[in-house]
């Protein structure tokens, strides 16, 4: 087991646009349990096993990024929790020193697994959840998996994690019927209820299905508000949030719209991702990848990551809105969200 290491005072990684560098996302596999519909296809290919990343491997990369200023590091896939020893990775994340360390999972591993994630030192969890039919979840997910998600979703707001954040993929004449009962959620527990802009990837050649699916946030909160109320916008504590958060009157919990297409937050844009192969993703909407694997494995690693970190900031874009939907071609599972 890894023991907590000195942190090295560095000068902190920033980008071309002077935005501060201080949020990973390790995405631990490209594989997944489920087969969202707006994530990957049902017949999709599995990178080889070989070509993936060690935990050891990343905890080296995360060790280098906390060295130049990063402090927020969340777990994500694919669905983190089918990568064995995942609980021990978020141990090790928090005795390397990192200040925030959360994860993102599709629920169906959680509940079995929330105890040993608490102990390990997880803050926050995100569960995704696009709808509250268990027939509308089956069809979106190709799982008939939902009661299980939601007693996971229960469990965890009985936990020391918080907030408990459920999040939803927006897809008119999908679930878009639900916002209202989504929202409704806030009203009675404590959860953070987000609703997120569907995002041109995937490979959808000429973007003609995700314009038929897109609804944007402003018509979320719109339909939210028509049928529970007038909500009243919470600062956010982190500027960098890309959550735009609200709350009803007299709700334990918040309601929000997360929107990287209609609203972009690129200006404020804080984040790296290291995908499960080992490329630093600096930009979600593009394929924009830099390859990191082969200085993990140098002799000498650190200065190395450091070395292809600096160049991932100098090339990382001012906005993600700069290539066609065509371009667009890894899916969601591969990228790490």
Not at 111 to 123: P, T, Y
Not at 222 to 249: C, H, M, N
Not at 284 to 289: G, Q, R
Request: hydrophobic share 40%; glycine share 6%.
């Amino acid at each position: 087991m890894l023991g907590k290491r000195t942190k090295v005072s560095m000068t902190q990684l920033t980008d071309s646009f002077d935005r501060k560098m201080d949020y990973l996302r390790i995405s631990v596999t490209d594989r997944c349990n489920f087969r969202c519909q707006y994530c990957m296809p049902e017949d999709i290919k599995f990178q080889d096993k070989s070509h993936i990343l060690t935990l050891e491997e990343m905890l080296t990369f995360a060790e280098a990024c906390l060295q130049l200023g990063v402090t927020k590091v969340r777990v994500t896939g694919g669905e983190p929790l089918v990568r064995r020893g995942v609980v021990w990775f978020v141990e090790q994340l928090k005795a390397l020193g990192f200040s925030d360390v959360t994860m993102t999972t599709n629920g169906f591993l959680l509940k079995e697994n929330l105890d040993g994630l608490v102990e390990a030192g997880l803050d926050r969890i995100n569960i995704s959840l696009d709808t509250l039919q268990p027939e509308k979840f089956a069809f979106i997910t190709r799982r008939n998996h939902f009661q299980k998600v939601w007693d996971a979703i229960m469990a965890a707001l009985e936990t020391p994690l918080s907030p408990v954040k459920v999040n939803a993929v927006a897809m008119r004449g999908v679930n878009d019927d639900e916002i209202v009962e989504m929202a409704k959620l806030t009203l009675k527990y404590p959860m953070h209820v987000r609703f997120i802009e569907m995002m041109p990837l995937n490979g959808d050649t000429d973007g003609s299905h995700f314009r038929s699916l897109f609804i944007s946030g402003r018509e979320i909160l719109k339909r939210a508000q028509e049928g529970l109320g007038d909500l009243v916008e919470i600062q956010p504590d982190d500027p960098a949030a890309p959550a735009d958060e609200f709350k009803f009157e007299g709700a334990p919990g918040t309601f929000g719209v997360i929107t990287p297409v209609s609203e972009p937050f690129c200006a404020r844009c804080s984040r790296l991702r290291l995908t499960a192969d080992g490329k630093i993703h600096p930009c979600l909407l593009t394929d924009l990848d830099v390859p990191v694997k082969d200085a993990i494995r140098s002799s000498d690693p650190i200065p190395a990551i450091h070395e292809v970190l600096w160049q991932t900031a100098r090339i990382k874009p001012a906005a993600g809105l700069t290539l066609p939907e065509r371009s667009r071609n890894r899916t969601m599972s591969q990228i790490g969200g």
